[in-house]
């Protein structure tokens, strides 16, 4: 993500606003002159992200929503949320309420998922395609859920990764080769696709304005198969 938009190392205190399993929390975790704490609601990812930093001292977990989050203003030197936001029931405030804990000057590295008012018809139908799917298959058990997702990753792993693995024409398909995707690594990022009852998406315009109206300014924006924005608390 930060290479996306040329974003600096991440410095001091951190946020990790959504941390999920703990993948992104322990790498920062591991960076040099970075201290991190994640924020995540489920109980399922305090779990999975509790374990997966046993071992990092400069890595912290506090469970919470980004729609109240659990510390003062003016918190943190930096905060990053990936893919998080657009599946709260307010985008908006979850925004507002990283930017009030960060303290002026520090920047916001954020990823939401994009509307494909620029692709092409076949991409506007699979995703009306998709998303027509995707909301009983939320409605179903956790585990009814990940069986789904199991009986899905050949298909997507067929037709998506090993595509973009061998053709420029695939390169900006989703789930690439390029993210090092194998079989069954597609499990847990399906799951994540089809398991969240909200999910909203946004154009250019509608992303800039999403971190706009929470006081940052934005810096750099990137489309890479969704929106990449870094942004500045002013």
């Known amino acids: 993500m930060q290479t996306a938009v040329q974003a600096p190392p ?3 205190l951190i946020l990790d606003a959504g941390c999920g399993d703990g993948v992104d929390l322990a790498n920062s975790g591991l960076t040099e002159g970075c201290r991190v704490v994640g924020v995540e609601l489920s109980d399922g990812g305090i779990r999975a992200s509790a374990a997966r930093i046993a071992a990092i001292e400069r890595a912290h977990l506090a469970q919470g ?3 109240a989050l659990p510390f003062p203003s003016d918190t943190f030197d930096g905060a990053y949320s990936y893919g998080v936001v657009h599946h709260t029931v307010d ?8 930017a009030r804990t960060l303290r002026s000057g520090s920047r916001l590295l954020i990823y939401v998922y994009e509307e494909f ?6 991409w506007r139908l699979a995703l009306g395609a998709v998303n027509a ?3 009983p298959i939320s409605a179903m058990s956790p585990a009814a859920i990940r069986r789904v997702c199991a009986l ?6 067929v037709t998506c990764t090993i595509p973009s693995r061998h053709f420029s024409w695939a390169a900006g398909f989703p789930y690439p080769a390029t993210q090092n995707r194998d079989m069954k690594s ?3 990022d399906l799951y994540d696709r089809f398991a969240a ?5 946004y154009t250019e315009r509608g992303a800039r304005a999403l971190v706009e109206q929470a006081g940052l300014r934005v810096l750099t924006i990137a489309n890479v198969r969704g929106w990449i924005l870094l942004s500045e608390k002013t």
């Open 133 to 135: 799917v995707r909301q």
């Open 186 to 188: 597609l499990i847990p």
């Open 152 to 157: 899905l990753a050949p298909f997507v792993y």
């Open 117 to 122: 008012d620029r692709r092409s018809w076949p």
């Open 10 to 12: 991440f410095q001091g």
């Open 65 to 67: 929503s980004l729609l």
């Open 197 to 201: 009852p909200i999910e909203k998406r």
């Open 91 to 98: 985008p908006e405030l979850a925004v507002r309420e990283i």
